[in-house]
């Protein structure tokens, strides 16, 4: 289940590396702005696209590791005809040599640079869309009010909480998060799902709330809501079933990814 950070986290204990990152770009361009790569001595963790430039900035961050050369500050990258490419835009790099002394801050910035998704629910599915997560560009937060359900090796992007009530964590998520509801029980995925509607009223930071289940459960579930006072244009920030359209399977890891990939979409 590990991710790109802990691929990086595990390989800097034995070896030391350039961390290349994309500070900025103009135009168009392969990445955006916190796309990186750790450069070793051999191989590379991560991509910044661009072939040709990746090549270049892979060449001059094993020169930096060698001390064969320095770089100070940020370097810019026309993509055009120097670098055999046509863009057309301007990519901004910055070079750093890291170690394993680096590992915890490195661990910190990094995941902090990734889209937070809320993941309530431990199980099956929940499972398969945490493994799905690790590998995407998410931090993810992973609850349920039960104990010992979640595994005991976890990527550094994935967190677990442990709340009773369970609907009780979604005052304390980070702001912007996307919620996905799949817990052991409708009666919780109603309460985090009213829990959800709450904050919307008062903070509007939500901007995915995806519940698990049929047309059937949300309309169920959307009599009881306007039963207790939301509104329509407020259920309709509820996205129930979740999940591209047209994928059918219902086993867990299709599922996940169907869903992953609704998540990617949200991101605009």
Known sequence: MNGLVDQLLARLAREHAVLVRVESTQGSAPREAGTWMAV??????????????????????RELLAGRRT?????????????????????????????????????????????????????????????????????????????????????????????????DAVAGLAPGSRVLIMSFSHAEDLDIVIACLKRLRTHGDLPYIGLIGSKTKWATFS????????????LARITCPIGVPGITGKEPEVIAVAVAAQLLQSLG
């Open 40 to 61: 070793w001595a051999e191989g590379l963790t991560g991509t910044i696209g661009g072939g040709q430039l990746e090549f270049q900035a892979t060449r001059e961050a």
């Open 223 to 234: 009599h009881r809501l306007e039963a207790r006072g939301f509104r329509p244009e407020e």
């Open 71 to 167: 770089i100070d500050g940020i370097e810019r990258y026309p993509l055009g005809p120097s670098l055999g490419q046509c863009c057309g835009g301007v990519m901004f790099l910055s070079y750093r040599r890291i170690t394993a002394a680096d590992a915890p801050v490195l661990q910190r910035e990094l995941v902090a640079q990734l889209q937070p998704v809320a993941l309530f629910g431990g199980g099956h599915v929940g499972a398969a869309l945490a493994r799905l997560l690790a590998s995407l560009p998410f931090s993810v937060r992973w609850i349920d009010s039960r104990d010992g359900v979640f595994p005991d090796a976890l990527p550094a992007q994935i967190e677990t909480e442990h709340s009773e009530p369970v609907q």
